[in-house]
């Protein structure tokens, strides 16, 4: 399986891994977006190979160990509506919604525990209504026993930005024509201060003034594209009070719509081995998901006539060269050859055996003289023969 790191467009997010720089969306990624404000359902729902749960046909107390994508292990709770969490929308619902009663939802159980759902098929795409985010909220994403990323509530806060602390602030972001994200479709904006708050909270859509009900926490409905070779195979949710719903997986790679805000990219991981071509010596694989350089060669010839000539894709030479040093994308798994020069090994001749021949050449000419008289002597005998 795949460990990856990001590389990010708009949103520094934190991750397992170190987090190299900006650059180009490989094959294998995974894209983060965030839906319009106050949308807390998932596009995905109900299409093919889409699941889907909603937490409402479960009871109050400890998470049943089965849901309808997968299991659970570890602590976690399900809550019925509370100031924190409940969405008032269908698990399908991809419209602004506001008002409306609450519903069940999920939680990890205190600022300690956390709990795995290990998804019954592993997954292309995950959509989630991340609700009243807290500093100690985590999501993490594996594919197979390796993390692909963390999300924290910082993570979002990076994006939306400063929250309100109260309802003078929220106003201020409200009225920052500057205060948007931009969603796929151009020149369609979000405001910011949209996304703090219950929508349950709201009187008016779009709203007017601050959620009564929460009003500076970080409401968002998550999606996470999985493309080429990177899927989900479990999430992890820790913190105190990690509160979602509506939570939607899919077997099936999904597309996002236009009316998302595109949040940043993951690429996946790949190892690039260096092999030694006829040298000796070893260096270890590097394994990185974004842009960077190749590392000084160290392995040796045991002929001190051979120089390093830098590495090639192919063996013999024939494929793409790179120098110690070079830059090198890392979107694909490689081995890269040792190259060396060495002159050419010269024949030498002796002369007198080069004028008179080898110490074999005067029985082989010996042998060929008598097979040629032979056949001489054969086909006169014929001939008498005849007569």
Known sequence: MKKLGFSLVSLALLVAASVPSAGAKSADAVSIYLDAPLVQGSFASGTSGANSEDFNSFTSGACPTTWAVGTISGACNISSVLTWGGSSAAANSTTSSIGGPGSNYATTANNTDAFTLTLATPSKYVGLYWTAGSPSNKISFFDGSKKIIELTTASIMDLLGTPPTNAGDWTTIANDPAAVLNAGTAGLTYKRAFYFGNPRGYSANPPTSISTISGVDPWVYLHLFASGTVE???????????????????????????????????????TVNFDANGGEGTMDP???????????????????????????????????????????????????YAQWDCPEEEVTVDEELAATGSDNSLPLMAMVVLLALGAVLLLVGRRRSRS
């Open 232 to 270: 989900f195979d479990s999430i992890q949710f820790s913190g105190g009070g990690f509160e979602f719903d509506n939570l939607v997986v899919s077997s099936t790679a999904k597309t996002p719509p236009a009316s998302l805000a595109p949040a940043g990219f993951i690429n996946a991981e790949h």
């Open 286 to 336: 590097i394994t990185a998901n974004a842009e960077g350089t190749l590392p000084t060669n160290t392995l040796t010839n045991a002929n001190a006539e051979c120089t390093y000539a830098g590495w090639n894709t192919k063996a013999d030479g024939s494929g793409v060269a790179y120098e110690d040093g070079a830059t090198f994308s890392y979107e694909s798994n490689e081995t890269l």
